[in-house]
């Protein structure tokens, strides 16, 4: 069974720093790994999508890149900002099913 | 990205009536969608799997005759929450997937369910 671990489980840092976020996955098996970000009671919005034949992505000032083999994914978020706080979740596709498990997510604070 | 439409994204109601959500693919067609249940400060718990045309696959402890889930076009996915009780209540959000049984997913809002 696939499980996805979110290290750390909040962060808080001051407007302006690089920070990363990790993820683990017991399965390397996977199809893709996907990046959301969740603002309070709200859904997810999609960051980024890594196939599992890639080994990052990039969007603006975020990049995600996938180790497969080692079953970790991290998400660097450069030169951040107050909006960027957000829960941040990772999850992977895999199995029969191809189903979604979601990490935990990293509850995320910028402070001005 | 693309968009999925969630609705109603707040409802209350009484214990024993019975609730619908709907989950629409605004620009794309998709022939798998999830739906999920979240719990306060944690994250998603994969309720059931809707495919186009056929039965919805739920997870384990999760019971089908509860959640009805209807997926009867490219575009909409409905989840019925039958007979709802207090402890039913929860935020529900569905996700659709775009190309495929492994394409991105995008998530609608999110319906909260509160039943009094």
């Known amino acids: 069974k696939q499980e996805v671990t979110q290290i750390p489980a909040a962060l808080s840092v001051p407007e302006g720093e690089n920070l990363v976020l990790n993820c683990s996955f017991t399965d390397s098996a996977i199809y893709n790994l996907q990046w959301f970000r969740q603002d309070p009671g709200k859904g997810l919005t999609s960051l980024l999508l890594?196939?599992?034949?890639?080994r990052e992505q990039t969007s603006g000032r975020l990049n995600a890149s996938l180790d497969k083999s080692s079953g970790r994914s991290t998400l660097y978020i450069a030169a951040s900002q107050p909006g960027d706080s957000a829960t941040y979740l990772c999850a992977v596709r895999s199995g029969s099913a191809r189903q979604l498990t979601f990490g935990s997510g990293t509850q995320l604070t910028v402070l001005p | 990205g693309a968009v999925v439409s969630q609705h109603p994204s707040r409802v209350i109601c009484k214990s024993g009536t019975s609730v619908k959500i709907e989950c629409r693919s605004l620009d794309f067609q998709a022939t798998t969608m999830f739906w999920y249940r979240q719990f306060p400060k944690q994250s998603l718990m994969l309720m059931a799997t809707?495919?186009?045309?056929?039965?919805?696959?739920?997870e384990q402890g999760v019971e089908k005759d509860k959640f009805l889930i209807n997926h009867a076009s490219l575009t909409l996915s409905t989840l019925t929450v039958t007979s709802a009780h207090p402890e039913d209540s929860s935020f529900y959000i569905c996700s659709a997937s775009k190309g495929g049984t492994t394409g991105e997913l995008f998530f609608g809002e999110g319906s909260r369910l509160t039943v009094l």
């Open positions: 809707s495919n186009e045309g056929s039965k919805a696959t739920y």
């Open positions: 890594i196939q599992s034949s890639q």
